[in-house]
């Protein structure tokens, strides 16, 4: 029988000396994946983290439900870590059991695993790579909360620019009608003039009305985002420019990518989980009745050797499972890859346009001056009439409502463009939480 022990011992040993299966690997948590940019890495021409504008986003960010909540998933993950870990050290167990004549006999039983084919290792591996995927899903989660906010502060800062506008346009057009309802009142003016001032009127007072309610609606987003009624808005500064990067590093940077490469990486431990599952455990055991039993002396010690030999084939299918969701999720990393450089590619493009469009849109407005302060100047003279006037103001303040929306358009392209890569973290200084695999 020793004899006969010895042998399997060996052959467990040797077991334990094959290589891994080919193209999978346990996870090392002290690599850094290549795809993860190097620590301290500027990736910005200047920052914004010291503005009113930045402690804005990071308070919204730090007070968030889910920022609390993805805190406290990073450190649930670390947990299943040492749990995990725990399977390495000497296990205690206690146990009653009852003799033939009835008597109780406690058991106390130490076990400490010698040997699993790598079984711990891999499942070590897996929790180390989950809890590295969930605190790249928590940067992404902070990435987009960070530009949510930054959407909700431009979009209220526009809508009251815009209300404003239309307060300015309304009590214009109201001098110009009142004048025109004085000369009629008069004899001076005609009814077509009069009606058409009249509706110039109605339509400012529309659009007061249309812009006043974006406002509001525009106040409940920001309450659901900030949590509280707004105040005044700090100024949006530009965001910074990235540093000398190419498209596909921007792209590389990106959380959502990132998560995705981890999720892979995760696809594939579980591969070599499933493979090592069915090799043997070898354990050292030492028991003891206390005297109370049938162990000899009170207590024996020995070797447990535990080997799976059939198990209906769940086996093999986990295998081929683990390996069909990892061919799965290389699939959706290259599509997310894909739409990335999509959205990146328009989010520049549209940088561009928009800068363009804004700088034409602010010239319109510079010459649509010009042309009101024409046909007042013509009007004086008497060689134009009051629905000139109302003309060339309707014609300016569409060229300012233009410029407005533009200007808070390419605020928030430009922002969108750092929210792609990931950098908007770091330009905003929102604190992040620790690679728990560190």
Known sequence: MKAWLSVLITTIVLAGCTEDIPGTQSFDPTAKPVEVPASGRNNLKGSVAHTDFAELVRTSVATSPTTAAGTANVLASKSRIVAEQGAFLPQIE?????????????????????????????????????????????????????FEAIETIVNLDRNRRLEQQARQNLDRTDILVDDLQSRFDAGAGSVADLLAGQGRRSNAETELAQAQTEVELAIANWVEVFGTRPGLIPTIPPAPALAGSSAHEMVERSPRLRTQVAVSQVRQQEVIVAERATRPTLSAILETDFDQGFIDDGAQARLGVTVPIYQGGSSRANVKTARANLQQSQAD??????????????????????????????????????????????FNIGRSTLVQILDALRELNLAQVRVIQLEAQARRAEYAVLAVTGDILDALGVAQPTDPTL
């Open 333 to 378: 990393e290259e599509e997310l890859r894909r739409e990335l450089q999509r959205n990146l590619s328009r989010a520049l493009k549209e940088t561009n346009s928009i800068q363009r469009r804004l700088a034409t849109a602010r010239r319109a407005v510079e010459i649509n001056e010009q042309a009101l302060d024409a046909a007042r100047g013509q």
């Open 94 to 146: 206690a146990e009653t059991s009852l003799t033939s004549g009835g008597d109780p006999v406690p058991i106390l039983r130490l076990s400490q695993i010698i040997y699993d084919g790598g079984k711990v290792n891999s499942r070590v591996g897996l929790r180390q790579i989950e809890a590295r995927q969930t605190w790249l899903s928590e940067l992404s989660e902070l990435n987009a909360l960070s």
